[in-house]
């Protein structure tokens, strides 16, 4: 058998970088940075008051209270037309442009407003104090987004503020299928005997969909070598990558390795790991397939180790492989020493504060439930075997969403 470790590596070398193209920022969620996003501007473009209130020379309110001349109002969205000097003030609100002169702004409640046209300040501030200075957030030249990075609301937000549109990798186009002809639509209401609905396409399009990829659906392909050839060769036409599940074991109608011959090569890998130890890698026509095992769990774990990290590495991301953080085991599990063991558990978090990772139910293959109910995967090295309540195990986060209870 061949360490995960070991076959992802070869997985990552095989995939081809896709070529980088500029998109709008409406279009760029999810989308991983080719370069570095450099400013071209300073943000803020000009300094600019943090608060309602009034623009002074710092030195004038060291004592308070003290009474200055109001020269203008400088509302955002505006410019002042008047220096701040000494013994007098701008009524500024916050996002207006500071006026020359001024380097400090003192906060209305901090002030009272006279009859005459002056306001008296009643509290003095140094200098700086809710001035936002120009530049004090991005300056000329500055990476905002680095190289490789997957972009999220945050850094789009920044981003737009310094008027960058990034360049990203092209989005791949993976086309998908299901194998076997015991698997029927999942629509199906009524169930011929020896039938089961395909789950795998289900799962397949939304975890793609997830991470913002195009899938081409092909639909069921029956066991049937002409059949499969010919899905193959269409998906090879039309996409970056080639998803398959089922039809990758010893069994008599697994016939995913009888396809390939002239259209490309496949190789047949039984990788160290629990569930989805038949796995087959090759490529069809120079576009990569990836030939998942059939049970819906297997495919599952297949995807997040394998096919997730190909895809992210071809788009060019830093970071190919889900956060694992450590917790405890909070029951005994029993798994293959031989196998780096992907166990699906849910969590709880102890007195302590560390998180206790619980089985989500069966632990079967073909156990969607509690896949379903799962939260992360406990991961069990090779050569490790059981563990027991209070061991010390490695989660890896698949989902970290809202419906997580932690104290705090
Ligand atoms: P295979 O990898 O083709 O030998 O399939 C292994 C097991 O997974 C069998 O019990 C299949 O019926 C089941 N299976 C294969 N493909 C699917 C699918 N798309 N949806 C649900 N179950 C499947
Ligand atoms: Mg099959």
Not at 70 to 92: C, K, N, Q
Not at 247 to 273: I, P, R, T
Not at 309 to 320: D, F, K, Q, S
Request: one cysteine or more; charged letters at 20%.
């Amino acid at each position: 058998m061949k360490p995960l470790a070991d076959a992802r590596r070869e997985v990552l070398a095989a995939m081809k970088r896709l070529d980088p193209e500029v998109v709008d920022l409406v279009d760029g969620l999810g989308r991983i940075t080719a370069e570095p996003c450099v400013s071209a501007v300073e943000v803020p473009p000009f300094a600019i008051s943090a608060m309602d209130g009034f623009a002074v020379v710092s030195s004038d309110v060291s004592v308070t209270p003290v009474v200055l001349d109001v020269l203008e109002d400088v509302a955002a969205g505006s410019v002042p037309t008047r220096d701040v000097t000494s013994g007098t003030a701008t009524r500024i609100m916050t996002g207006a442009p500071m006026p020359a002169g001024a380097d400090a702004v003192v906060k209305v409640e901090d002030t009272s407003v006279d009859s005459d046209g002056s306001v008296t300040i009643l509290e003095g501030v140094d200098s700086g104090v809710n001035v936002r200075e120009a530049g004090g957030d991005v300056r000329t030249g500055d990476v905002v987004v680095s190289a490789g990075v997957k972009l999220t609301a945050r850094h789009l937000a920044s981003l737009a503020s310094a008027g960058i549109r990034p360049v990203v990798a092209r989005m791949p186009v993976v086309a998908i299928m299901s194998t076997g002809d015991e698997v029927v639509e999942a629509t199906t209401v009524e169930l011929a005997p020896g039938a089961i609905r395909d789950t795998n396409r289900m799962m397949l399009r939304s975890v793609l969909g997830e991470m913002g990829i195009p899938t081409i659906d092909f639909g069921i392909i029956g066991d049937d070598i002409a059949e499969l050839s010919s899905a193959y060769e269409s998906a090879a036409d039309q996409a970056d990558v080639i998803v398959s599940t089922g039809g990758v074991s010893m069994g008599d109608y697994d016939f995913v390795k009888h396809v390939l011959g002239d259209m490309g090569s496949v190789e047949f890998w039984k990788v160290a790991m629990q569930p989805a130890k038949p796995f087959a890698f090759g490529a069809v026509n120079g576009v990569a397939l990836f030939g998942l095992p059939g049970n819906p769990v297997s495919t599952f774990v297949a995807f997040e180790q394998f096919v997730r990290p190909a895809l992210l590495h071809m788009m060019g991301a830093e970071r190919l492989l889900r956060p694992r953080i450590p917790a405890v085991m909070g029951e005994d599990v029993s798994t293959s020493p031989e196998k780096e063991v992907f166990v699906r558990v849910m969590l709880a978090v102890d007195t302590g504060g560390s998180f206790v990772a619980i089985r989500s139910g069966g632990q079967q293959s073909n156990v969607l439930s509690a896949l379903a109910d799962a939260e992360a995967f406990a991961v069990v090295p090779v050569g490790t075997g059981s563990l027991s309540a209070g061991d010390s195990v490695t989660l890896e986060m698949f989902t970290w969403d809202e419906d997580r209870m932690v104290d705090v």
